[in-house]
């Protein structure tokens, strides 16, 4: 018998609850038995670290890190490694577990695992986010590997983050760069890498206007989030004929009815760090963003923006997940009451990992691609949303309990066969 709960009690789930929450409601579908459910919900291994950094005025400061490998039945575990002062062992075990159904959800042969580092990173000098970096890999070093788990860009880390993960693996390792993705293309990184996610999410966006009738030539879209994921997909957006009409980042949220002029707001970006300043734009408080009246909705940054109260003042026709987990269980079960329909993290920005999956094989076979024929193209993430759809028609249940099903019957399948028969 399903336990109702109510939406406060929905909104107050831990991440890593809110994940298994949405585990059981798709294993329900699959009538999974209870021994699976808990072998498959529970990170197989967790690892805390201190890491204490000497900083740039002489003085030691101690950080906490961590690394989660949730399942590693498909092929070894993968998942990206975040810096934020949000990074807690839930958040870092959820995102874990998202990264098992996202990887198995786009088929590519790769687990799930994520990493985190609990710091301001804004507030260090490079020097200081290099040694911490370096202090992490050396900490977390006998269970990363290019066979066992490889590590990629999360929220405040990038290419640059990734080249001293190899450099400091290698080390001790040998010439290692499969052990991470997302590198510079100069340190054997892959063409499309850097857009993947944003692009994926801009294409996922495309097919599912087209199932449900929103033209996106001149629809309005709102982004919360203007890092790798949110720029590129604005960028995209526009390019695809959407008016992206208003954007924030950390500090600020800047609007225009007109719509954005989006290859200069990313050059503004570029240059100053922020959306803040940017001329010819109205600013909008933080709390306006998410509300404001549009057709497509982004939020591209932190998890839990959206609970329940916040789902019932949407004012929007789609919602595309760039972010893992920006709504909570509240809110999902909020906006699927309103017929709001929602893509899915694991849908919407798994084109990174797709293309990560690419680099990983690029850096296997020491051999690089010229072009990028694995760049998520049209008919990919159309053919996966299709898949969804055709899943939540026969089940009658929504995006993400269909993305789900086909996630989690994937890697139940894969362990009955290998280690559950
Ligand atoms: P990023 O660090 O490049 O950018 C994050 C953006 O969010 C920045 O513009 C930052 O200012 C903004 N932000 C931070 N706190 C905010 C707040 N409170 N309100 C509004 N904006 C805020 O990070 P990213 O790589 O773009 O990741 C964003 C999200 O996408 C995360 O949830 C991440 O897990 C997810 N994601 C990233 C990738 C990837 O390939 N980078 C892949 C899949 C999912």
Aim: proline share 6%.
């Amino acid at each position: 018998m399903p336990i109702t709960r109510t939406l406060k009690e929905l909104d107050l789930l831990s991440a890593h609850e809110a994940v298994n929450y949405q585990f059981d409601r798709a294993a329900d579908v699959l009538a999974l038995p209870d021994a699976e459910r808990t072998i498959l919900k529970s990170p197989f291994r967790e690892l805390s670290v201190e890491l204490p950094i000497k900083m740039d005025g002489g003085g030691w400061r101690v950080f906490n890190g961590y690394r989660v490998q949730h399942d590693n039945t498909r092929g070894p575990c993968k998942g990206g490694l975040r810096y934020h002062p949000s990074v807690s062992p839930d958040e870092v075990r959820a995102l874990a577990a998202l990264m098992t159904w996202k990887t198995a959800l786009v088929d590519v042969p790769f687990g799930g695992a994520k990493g985190g580092i609990t710091c301001e990173p804004q507030r260090m000098s490079s020097d200081e986010r290099q040694r911490l970096t370096r202090s992490f890999v050396r900490a977390i070093g006998d269970i990363i590997g290019p066979s066992r788990d490889i590590p990629a860009p999360d929220m405040n880390t990038n290419a640059q983050t990734m080249a001293w993960i190899m450099d400091e693996y290698s080390s001790g390792h040998g010439y290692s760069p499969a052990v991470v993705t997302g590198k510079p293309l100069h340190l054997n990184g892959s063409l499309g890498r850097e857009d993947a996610t944003g692009r994926g999410a801009a294409l996922l966006t495309r097919a599912a206007c087209a199932d449900l009738g929103i033209e996106l030539k001149g629809a309005r879209v709102v982004i919360q989030g203007f890092g790798n994921v949110g720029g590129h997909a604005a960028r995209l957006l526009h390019e695809a004929g959407a008016k992206i009409i208003a954007v924030g980042d950390a500090t600020s949220s800047v609007f225009s009815a007109a719509g954005l002029d989006v290859p200069a707001l990313r050059a503004f970006h570029a240059e100053h760090g922020l959306v803040q300043g940017f001329p010819g734009v109205e600013p909008l408080k933080p709390a306006a963003l998410l509300r404001t009246p549009c057709d497509i909705l982004v939020p591209a940054a932190l998890g839990g923006v959206i609970d329940a109260p916040v789902a019932a003042q949407l004012d929007t026709r789609l919602v595309v997940e760039g972010a893992n987990a920006p709504v909570t269980a509240g809110g999902a079960q909020v906006l699927q009451q309103r017929g709001i329909p929602t893509l899915p993290d694991i849908l919407a920005n798994a084109g990174g990992v797709v293309v990560s999956y690419f680099e990983w094989t690029q850096n296997l076979t020491e051999f690089r691609w010229k072009k990028i024929a694995s760049t998520p193209n049209w008919k990919k993430p159309a053919a996966r949303l299709h898949r969804t759809t055709a899943t939540a028609r026969r089940h009658d249940v929504d995006w993400r309990t269909a993305a789900y099903i086909l996630a989690i019957d994937r890697v139940a399948q894969a362990a009955r066969l290998r280690w559950m028969s």
